[in-house]
């Protein structure tokens, strides 16, 4: 297993490309999270709103996200996580999650964090504070 | 400047619970099934001596109701959302929770005043210790402000 302090500012920690967005993923976190929007589930709701299908819960991706840093649970925990949301995440849509590390002082390890789709596009980013006090 | 008068309101304080089976169906919904959040066993062997939750999961929480605060149903952008922690959550452990108004600016864009509502949910332990706070960012475009006023 890695070791979190280990790493150099600039490496990345492993990244995650995550299956196609589904439906299913969808109705699954509106269940989990009590989010029950229905922009994010059914077709039509979607398109009365004015987009072209259902997009996911942007806390959804931010969720998935997390999961980047799961693996260094033993050596600390996330202080601040910050993201701005900058794009729709659309059925079908391969998000791949990334963190990079951008400072690193003493027990605090600062990470530049974002998720992309297939066409590169950033749809959310922002900033991971781990810190292994 | 629609929610200005809004600032500095707040909700009674919500008793939650970070219940295990919540936690379990919530990191199987982000894909996260580590047993650091639900194997009893690896919790007790962890730093913490106990199962935690991932940072998302405040977003189960119940904060209460911040009187008098109307949102539209329809037509809400979330535009950033901001956690802190001072530890993480531990399954079974109770957490007071309420939510405020933390500001409400107006901006001038392409698709005309943009509103920003930034609300911060807080969760304390049992002792008041302030444990986390989430920020969200909530933009409401001036369309989504007139049709409120005229429903």
């Known amino acids: 297993m890695s070791n979190l302090t280990n790493l150099q ?3 990345s920690l492993e990244e995650i490309t995550l299956s196609p967005v589904s439906r299913m993923d969808l109705i699954k976190y509106s269940g989990a999270s009590g989010d029950f929007n229905p922009i994010h589930t059914i077709d039509e709701e979607a398109e ?3 987009l072209p299908g259902v997009i996911a819960h942007g806390m959804w991706t931010m969720g998935n996200l997390s999961k980047v840093f799961t693996s260094y649970y033993e050596e600390g925990f996330i202080e601040n996580f910050q993201v701005r949301f900058s794009g ?8 791949t999650l990334r963190a990079t590390l951008q400072e690193k002082n003493n027990e605090t390890f600062s990470f530049k964090v974002n998720v992309s789709s297939q066409s590169e596009k950033v749809v959310m980013k922002g900033k991971v504070v781990f810190v292994t006090n | 400047m629609m929610y200005k008068h809004m600032i500095g309101k707040q909700s009674n304080k919500v008793k ?12 199987e919904s982000i894909g996260d099934p580590h047993p650091i959040y639900t194997n009893e066993e690896v919790g007790k ?21 911040i009187e008098g605060l109307i949102l539209p149903e329809k037509g809400l952008i979330h535009g950033e959302q901001n956690y802190h922690y001072e530890r993480p959550l531990f399954i079974g452990e109770e957490i007071s929770c309420y939510s405020e108004v933390k500001n409400y600016v107006e901006k001038s864009g392409t698709n005309g005043r943009m509103g920003f509502l930034e609300i911060v949910n807080y969760g304390e332990d049992q002792e008041g210790n302030m444990i986390f706070s989430e920020k969200m960012v909530t933009i409401i475009t001036e369309t989504v402000r007139k049709a409120m006023c005229y429903e």
């Open chain 1, 48 to 50: 009365k709103a004015g």
């Open chain 2, 16 to 27: 939650n619970t970070v219940e295990k089976g919540m936690v379990k169906r919530f990191v």
């Open chain 1, 9 to 11: 500012v600039g490496d």
């Open chain 2, 45 to 65: 062997k962890s730093r913490y001596g106990k199962n935690i939750a991932p940072p998302t999961y405040p977003r189960v929480f119940d904060y209460g109701v």
């Open chain 1, 88 to 95: 729709k995440v659309f059925l079908n849509d391969v998000l």
